[in-house]
């Protein structure tokens, strides 16, 4: 574990103690990687995680895939398609 000395001011030092109450954490380092985790899965590109890779794969496997050769060909697919 890595371990940091952060400076915060006042507020934002409130809202980590909000998270932390909130959530039952023990610590405010706990509210803090909360806070950090749930900005990765929002903010950051999916291809960055994991996960998403794994999702990818597993897909590729299991699922049925039409190809398109033009964006134009998948436009038109679209567009004909019956709900």
């Known amino acids: 574990m890595v371990q940091s000395i952060i400076d915060v001011n006042e507020d934002l030092d409130r809202i980590l103690n ?5 959530h039952g954490f023990k610590n405010k380092s ?3 990687e909360f806070v950090l ?4 899965e929002s903010f950051l590109e999916p291809e960055l995680m994991p996960e998403y890779l794994e999702k990818l794969m597993r897909l590729e496997k299991e699922g049925n895939f039409i190809k398109f050769n033009s964006v134009d060909e998948l436009r ?3 567009e004909n398609a019956k709900i």
């Open 18 to 22: 909000i998270v932390k109450a909130q």
């Open 30 to 32: 706990q509210a803090i």
């Open 37 to 40: 985790k749930i900005h990765a």
């Open 76 to 78: 038109k697919s679209i």
